[in-house]
């Protein structure tokens, strides 16, 4: 039996809506329809969770369903570079925030009429080029090493 009908036939044998179950879980009850209609896996934390509140062993749900084993499995391994996806996520940020400051220093130069000069001497590709390959940058590497765990 999948986790979807597991899920489904306990609830219903406790005679819980999927709302109940839901706020039981500290969850949307959303979040309960995707699990029985086998349209999304609950977290690794959620299913201990699902485990205690059911009187079910976590063993017992996972060997019912591949595709959550799987995922738990897959889940549970480190990332393979966790250092790099760190510098990527803050180059990410610094970017993020350079735009956010030019963005900031736009509004405020078109609202009270300012003369700025401190970035006078900046060309304009630095400007704009800069923050945008940051974010671009941090949000490839980022994405990449996401998904690259230790074997």
């Known amino acids: 039996m999948i986790l979807s009908e597991h899920l489904k036939q306990e609830r219903e044998k406790r005679h819980w809506s999927q709302d109940q179950l839901a706020n039981k879980l500290n969850v949307t009850r959303q979040s309960v329809s995707k699990w029985e209609n086998n349209k999304g896996l609950p977290s690794m934390e959620i299913l201990i969770e699902i485990s205690d509140l059911l009187h079910i062993t976590v063993d017992e749900l996972l060997r019912s369903d591949a595709e ?42 078109k609202l009270f009429d300012f003369e700025l000069t401190t970035f006078a001497g900046m060309g304009s590709i630095l400007k704009n080029i800069v923050p945008l390959a940051l974010i671009i940058v941090g949000s490839i590497g980022s994405e990449t090493l996401k998904n690259k765990i230790k074997n």
Not at 69 to 79: A, G, Q, T
Not at 91 to 99: E, P, S, T
């Open 68 to 109: 959550l084993k799987k995922k738990v499995i897959r889940d549970s391994k480190p990332l393979a570079h966790p250092k790099w996806k760190l510098t990527f996520d803050i180059i990410l940020i610094v970017g993020v925030l350079l735009m956010l400051i030019k963005l900031i220093l736009a509004i405020l130069i």
